[in-house]
């Protein structure tokens, strides 16, 4: 079995969506030892900016007519869907940047969403259980100044549970700029109470992933 893995934190180091990605991974590893976790990392090895355009032109284009490029960027695309369609159970840890979707999760989605069968035309991935880790350096939750600011869990929902049909649960933790942004310094103890409210999802939603595969093995 094997347990899918993608970070888009560009500061692995000090990762807060890293650090709850790995609450996840090790229930998953505890209730499936001889597992394999596959990780994608799209801060070390990103997905180049061109290759949604030339896999899209590649597919307009006859196979003999193609360039290298268009060639190389369809060779990637089916490759990261294999991944996926390979895995019994999907990770992904993507944060909040500039109140938008990281833009290497973006281009990686775009990319692998050129490949026939997790097209629009169709999903391979509907009914796989997944989770989406998301962290947020302020807090844009209802009744807040910046509410409505988050312009990138929403999305992410959107493609990974309606548009592939995954089974989506989602570990959300704001504030994660308090204690780094001075402006931010008030709001310590709701933020300490955020994170150990984060941790706790990661921890059940690692514990779901690991039964929900365990009773599909059954």
């Known amino acids: ?36 976790v596959l990780r994608r990392d ?19 284009t006859p196979e003999a007519e193609r360039t290298d490029d268009q060639r190389a960027a369809i060779a990637l695309a089916g490759t ?20 938008g979707v990281s833009q290497h999760f973006k281009t990686w989605f775009d990319l692998v969403y050129t490949v026939p069968g997790i097209d629009p035309q169709g999903t391979d991935l509907r009914g796989k259980p997944a989770t989406l880790v998301t962290v947020l350096g302020g807090n844009y939750a209802e009744g807040t100044p910046k509410e409505g600011w988050d312009h990138s ?13 995954l089974d989506l649960r989602i570990v959300q933790r704001p504030f994660t700029l308090v204690g780094v942004n001075p402006a931010l310094d008030a709001f310590a103890e709701p933020a300490a109470e955020l994170k150990r409210s984060a941790e706790t999802d990661a921890v059940r939603s690692g514990r779901e992933l690991a039964e929900l595969r365990g009773t599909q093995v059954a």
């Not at 991944?83 to 500039?98: D, I, K, S």
């Not at 869990?153 to 959107?158: D, N, Y």
């Open 1 to 36: 079995m094997t347990l899918f893995r993608l970070d888009a934190s560009i500061l692995p180091a000090t990762s807060a969506s890293r650090e709850l990605g790995d609450l996840v991974e090790a229930e998953w590893t505890a209730a499936h030892p001889t597992s394999s």
């Open 42 to 60: 799209l801060s070390a090895d990103p997905v180049p900016a061109t290759a949604w355009r030339d896999a899209v032109q590649g597919g307009f």
């Open 80 to 99: 990261f869907a294999d991944e996926l369609r390979g895995a019994e159970a999907l990770l992904f840890t993507v944060p909040l940047y500039n109140y």
């Open 153 to 165: 869990t929403a999305w992410l929902r959107r493609v990974l549970e309606d548009v592939w049909g």
